[in-house]
Every structure is written in structure tokens, then in C-alpha cells.
């Protein structure tokens, strides 16, 4: 679904310079080159930076969400998966991850890696 997300802001997609800047990418001039980067790690596996993360969760929930400047309403005929499916994988993607704020759940390590602060806290 991130994979498709990624894709979404190639084609049907129309990011606008706030938005692209909000999401923490430098600018439009770059956007797709950045957004295909990391939807080649997500399909390698590779290893990614927290803001590399937080750049992948806010792009798929805006262009999931949004029918302005996102998938919106075309989202489950362009990429093939369900409003409701796309939701619960946002959700436990989204619990998983360290939040933009702070969080009790999540240590940033100096070389920019999260860390769980409690293995034992329910995911849940």
C-alpha cells in the first residue's frame, strides 16, 4: 500500500510547493525523483531514516485522504485497495511509528533510527 501511495504522487496526484514543503521535501523541482527513491527502498527493504518514514506515512495519508491534491475518491480504482483495508494498514503503520511530536513509545537514536523505548507497551 505505501508502494502505491509513493506511485499515487507520480501520476493522478497534484502536490502543490506548501504541500510538498509541509511533507518535509525540498521542493516540486525534486518531488517525484525523492518520492520514487523511496518507493524503491520500500520495495528493497532497504534501511530509511525516521524522515524518510514520516515523508512515506504523511505522503500515503494525504493522498489517500485528499481529493484536491491526492488520490482521494479514485484511490481503491487506481492503486486496488479498499478504503477501509488502506485505513487499517494506515493504523497499525501509524502505531508503529514515532510520531512528528514527542512520544513515550519511541527513542531517536543520534544516527536517526527509532527505537521501541518499551518492547512490552501492547501495539494494539
Not at 18 to 32: H, K, N
Not at 46 to 71: C, K, N, P, Y
Not at 74 to 96: C, E, H, N, V, Y
Not at 111 to 123: D, K, L, M, S, W
Amino acid at each position: 500500500m505505501l508502494r502505491a501511495a509513493m506511485l499515487e504522487w507520480i501520476g493522478p496526484a497534484r502536490p502543490t510547493l506548501p504541500l510538498v514543503i509541509a511533507m518535509g521535501f525540498d521542493g516540486l523541482d525534486t518531488f517525484s525523483d525523492e518520492v520514487m527513491r523511496l518507493r524503491s527502498a520500500l520495495e528493497h527493504r532497504a534501511a530509511m531514516t525516521v524522515q524518510d518514514w514520516h515523508r512515506v506515512l504523511m505522503g500515503a495519508e494525504i493522498v489517500f485522504v485528499s481529493d484536491v491534491v491526492g488520490s482521494g475518491l479514485d484511490w481503491p480504482i487506481t492503486t486496488g485497495f479498499s478504503d477501509a483495508s488502506t485505513i487499517a494498514m494506515l493504523r497499525a503503520i501509524q502505531r508503529k511509528m514515532p510520531r512528528w511530536r514527542g512520544s513515550v513509545q519511541f527513542n531517536i537514536t543520534e544516527g536517526g533510527q527509532a527505537v521501541i523505548a518499551n518492547p512490552e507497551r501492547p501495539t494494539a
